[in-house]
């Protein structure tokens, strides 16, 4: 039985449309996917749904009534609670406050009773918790229940989970995709946005797929495959990682000798790390999110002091790096796609001119950057900030690899990017590799790791613990380093 449904919903901004007449049926207790590329109108959607925007035209309806959404606080009155890819919580605050924050008029609070009664809450829904706990110690996993339990707190029925594994270990996916199970039998309906579509196929019952701001086709996930849902996506053949050749390892381009390097509160959290990277392969970092990769990439491209050890390269190195924050670190995001494309050029011939910048060699320069890497926009002026996330991510990788950089740093270089994004990614890594560079690539994507590298080098507390052939490491092996250090855990 239906118990939501959009009808005909259109949003657009300027002569942009970024929902073209969308219709969607959601059966109650049921977990249905929203499936599509970056910029296909998925979040515009869930905005809409949540309360942060208003549809041009077109009706939700709940339960066959009609329905206007006109704030966030509407929306959770409705039943209708969003859980974003960036966690809304407060660090320094426990997890009982920030479940109960903004969700009561009195003033004198009995805490002791309220969480209480969140942790009786989280016990029933098998979400337990450190109730008592300030937000900041909680490891990504135990705060995503976080999240999902201030919606519950306040009565919603209709959970919208946007990436809720981007930033999950196995061991964590795992966990929360048995609770969005346990949520849909109790009957709370779950929509599920996410780009990995292996857990689209194992978690949900109905898939919606957009593109291009339409619907395509809402199909049972028991009557497709992830192949069919990843052409449907793209509106074509996708092909992730299929062509990798053997590394051709050259001279050695990257030597890291016992290095220590502190994180901003001062702790060592790379401790006596060595390594070696030469021309023509990949070497993955695979870890939990937090055992030093920031800090590491951060060291090799001298945006952190190395407290001990040596780094040392190759002669003449030019070095790209695709940091792990496009927004925050790896562009400016109120600035146009043709100044982001010469942040490191902007003081050099043809871009300046006796300290004059030149427009019409940037916007040039622009022009030909959008065609080379296919970056979906009208104009080098546009802003970044009005760029999907994946067209984003090929600005930078537009800017990094123009200089036919000798080592390459990817930091979670796919992250949040729907699977033709991560297609277009990983292929430019690929030729680059051919090309002769060097490349380190760090993610927390265990099979994207697999996939893309000659060796596996895992991170475990600051430290390589081991470095494995690709062709013959398997999960069950990392996925142990990983969490334990160890290659088998002694009983």
């Not at 009786?120 to 229940?145: C, F, H, T, W």
């Not at 927004?327 to 006796?354: D, E, H, T, V, W």
């Not at 990094?400 to 430019?428: C, F, H, N, W």
């Not at 060796?455 to 475990?460: P, S």
Request: proline share 3%.
């Amino acid at each position: 039985m239906t118990y939501l449904h959009l009808k005909n919903i259109t949003k657009s901004f300027g002569n942009f449309v970024a929902n073209d007449n969308i219709s969607i049926s959601i059966a109650a207790g049921s977990v249905h996917a929203i499936l599509g590329e970056n910029g296909a109108g998925k979040t515009t959607l869930m905005n809409i749904l949540s309360g942060l925007y208003q549809p041009d035209s077109g009706q939700i309806y709940l339960e066959d009534k009609p329905i206007k959404i006109s704030s966030p606080g509407v929306a959770i009155n409705y039943g209708i609670g969003m859980i974003h890819q960036h966690f809304m919580l407060v660090p320094t605050l426990t997890v009982t406050e920030n479940i109960i924050l903004g969700n009561s008029g009195k003033f004198n609070l009995n805490l002791n009773t309220k969480s209480a009664e969140i942790s009786a809450m989280a016990k029933a829904y098998n979400l337990e918790i450190p109730v008592s706990s300030k937000v900041a110690d909680l490891p990504i996993g135990i705060q995503q229940r976080v999240e999902i339990l201030k919606v519950l707190y306040r009565q919603a029925k209709i959970l919208i989970l946007d990436e809720p594994t981007a930033v999950l270990t196995p061991a964590e996916v795992h966990s929360l995709l048995n609770i969005l199970r346990k949520l849909a039998a109790n009957n709370h309906t779950i929509i599920f946005i996410s780009h990995k579509l292996e857990e689209v196929m194992n978690i949900c019952d109905t898939v919606t797929i957009l593109r291009r701001g339409k619907v395509i086709d809402t199909i049972k996930t028991s009557a497709t495959t992830t192949h069919k849902l990843a052409e449907m996506m793209v509106g074509r053949e996708v092909n992730l990682v299929s062509n990798k050749i053997a590394a051709k390892k050259g001279k050695i381009i990257l030597e890291v000798k016992n290095i220590e390097v502190k994180n901003d509160r001062g702790l060592s959290t790379v401790n006596n790390l060595s390594f070696q990277l030469h021309s023509g392969e990949i070497l993955g970092v695979a870890g939990v999110d937090g055992n030093g990769q920031r800090e590491l990439a951060d060291a090799i491209n001298g945006l952190r002091f190395v407290e001990k050890g040596n780094i040392e390269f190759v002669d003449n190195l030019k070095v790209g790096y695709i940091p792990e924050d496009r927004q925050k670190m790896g562009l400016i995001m109120n600035f146009s796609i043709a100044r982001n494309l010469i942040l490191k050029l902007f003081r050099f011939l043809p871009f300046c001119r006796y300290g004059f910048l030149q427009s019409g060699a940037i916007n040039n320069h622009g022009k030909k950057a959008i065609e080379k890497f296919d970056i979906r926009a009208s104009h080098p002026q546009l802003k970044v900030n009005q760029l999907s996330g994946g067209n984003q991510q090929k600005i930078i990788l537009a800017r990094e690899l123009s200089g036919k950089p000798t080592l390459i740093v990817a930091m979670q270089p796919t992250r949040g990017l729907d699977i033709g994004a991560t297609e277009y990614v990983q292929q430019a890594l690929l030729a680059q590799k051919q090309q002769g560079a060097a490349i380190l690539y760090i993610s927390t994507e265990l099979e994207e790791v697999m996939a893309m590298s000659d060796r596996i080098a895992i991170i475990y507390e600051g430290k390589f613990v081991d470095i494995l052939d690709a062709a013959t490491a398997t999960v069950e092996e990392i996925g142990l380093l990983m969490t334990s250090g160890k290659k088998q855990l002694i009983p």
